[in-house]
């Protein structure tokens, strides 16, 4: 496996701030990600085709996993907390 192979991915919660459904979209304000070393920040994220997008509405805390695809935030599983 190659390192471009390798895909990095982090489990966070957050809160939704808006909600994009029919591009697959949600903007969080997520909780900092200490492994690295990344601060809380507002973060745009496409929601992976496995993933029921309903988990996500306005003002929802959610804690969900990403990963980082070519250079896209995409969560990849999402619970409601």
Do not use: C, P
């Amino acid at each position: 496996m190659s390192s471009k192979d390798i895909v990095s991915s982090a489990t966070v919660n957050g809160t939704v701030v808006s909600v994009m459904v029919d591009h697959r979209m949600v903007t969080i304000d997520r909780e900092a990600i200490l492994k690295w070393g990344r601060e809380a920040d507002r973060v745009d994220f496409i929601v992976d085709e496995n993933v029921d997008m309903a988990q996500f509405s306005n003002d929802a805390y959610v804690m969900f996993t990403f990963e980082i695809r070519e250079s896209n935030f995409i969560i990849v599983s999402a619970m409601a907390m």
